[in-house]
């Protein structure tokens, strides 16, 4: 099983950007591969960002999402990449990278990253 290292949280203000990075090694293969970011507050649920297949490179992106984040990866560096712009205070929280395996339509991840923290202030 491979290891995920997420790096690129901080504290930025309302409406302001942040990249996260996933380091993702000892994958080899990527045909079936998910990717995904989650997200999680104190108290409450993880909850998905975004994913991408790695194979073919479809993405999906929770409604709170859309518009605003950008899921991306590169392969020949392993690496994951979630561009977020005009963060709300809503979107402070821990974020986590995740991998998995698709199957049938469907991702399970079975390996997550340490986590990084994002915080927003209004």
């Known amino acids: 099983q491979g290891q995920l290292v997420e790096s690129g949280g901080g504290s930025v203000q309302t409406g302001g950007s942040l990249s996260l990075s996933c380091a993702a090694s000892?994958?080899?293969?990527?045909?079936?591969?998910?990717m995904a970011w989650f997200r999680q507050v104190p108290g409450e649920g993880r909850e998905v960002v975004a994913a991408?297949?790695?194979?073919?490179?479809?993405?999906v992106y929770a409604d709170s999402a859309k518009g605003r984040f950008t899921i991306s990866e590169d392969n020949a560096k392993n690496t994951l990449y979630l561009q977020m712009n005009s963060l709300k205070p809503e979107d402070t929280a821990m974020y986590y990278c995740?991998?998995?395996?698709?199957?049938?339509?469907?991702?399970?991840?079975?390996?997550w990253g340490q986590g990084t923290q994002v915080t927003v202030s209004s």
């Open positions: 991408i297949l790695s194979g073919n490179g479809h993405t």
């Open positions: 000892g994958y080899t293969t990527i045909s079936r591969r998910c």
């Open positions: 995740a991998a998995g395996v698709e199957y049938r339509g469907s991702c399970s991840y079975n390996n």
